[in-house]
């Protein structure tokens, strides 16, 4: 079997940030809707470039995906094709609750205001996702060409510019990190926490105090997992020895998390209405918290959870734009 550390092997995840400067035809603005958010526009704006862009489906003897609208699509030749390594929700290797491979943002659409030009903010977290740089960019071009759905119209943009950042490792990143003596989190985009009450039953968190325990341990379990499946290595590392090397890290995530105290938060809750769910085939409800928190404590042991906090964001339904978490170091 493979030797896998899961408190080391995690920390060699590689990232990449691409800026994607857009144009568009006419000006675009999304209006407060129930059920919708900036980032869910993307998301599906995404999901349909990549298949029309880049599934090497319809190319194979394999035929066209299976795109029921009543069901989750599924790519007829995954071993072949870049689409169940670049969006989560169709892949057939992933699991749900896994980091996104690629993570859209823009901060500028999420001020409701009509703009003629945005910035998209795109992270690729992972080996496959870098690998497949050109297939993203292919994609976001495609993206530009189909339009962005508002206000009962498509509003097209074009790429006229694409920085690509460096890749680093969380290890890489982790090393130029400057002592501090308190960290700030900003959760700019609804963050929604699950959790379960004493006799077993799911509900969100949706407010104050901050679970900052659970939330890192469900980061670093995630983190583990998505680095198995992203290093392609599921065949030496079955599912239950996955599960317990991402436990391991869980429980070292929840130590570091209870050291660290609390200096300050101001959280407030959010309800966006209710959208339909494919994959459940019911409504699900839009909600979470958006705010600050200001921690300080024992920051060394927890700065690999809290990066990728930072990085990847955290909770759920992070593909529809949820769960944006920036990080602010208060140094000496």
Known sequence: MLDYDPL?????????????????????????????????????????????????????????????????????????????????????????????PVLLRSAELENMEPLDAFTLEVTLWGRQAIAALSEVKETIKKMGELGLSTEGMLVHFMVSQVQEGPILTLAEQLQVQPPATSILLEFQTPFLHQEKDKEGKRYFYTEGPLPIVNILGNIAYNLVAWDIEDRKVGEQIDGKMRHTLARDARDVAWASGKKLSMVRSHLSPVKMGERYSRGNQKMMSLQGFVGIVELSGDLASAWPWLLALALAGGGQKRAMGFGAVRMWLNSF
Not at 14 to 38: A, E, M, N, Y
Not at 67 to 83: G, H, L, Y
């Open 8 to 100: 080391s092997h995690p920390l060699e995840l590689p990232i990449q940030k691409l800026l994607v400067q857009c144009v568009t035809d006419r000006p675009l603005f999304f209006p407060p809707r129930q059920g919708s958010t900036p980032g869910t526009s993307l998301a599906g704006a995404y999901g349909t470039a990549l298949w029309s862009a880049v599934c090497s489906c319809l190319k194979t003897s394999a035929g066209p995906c299976n795109k029921s609208s009543r069901e989750e699509p599924r790519c007829q030749a995954p071993n072949d094709c870049f689409v169940p390594w670049l969006y989560k929700p169709y892949s057939t290797v992933h699991r749900r609750n896994f980091a996104r």
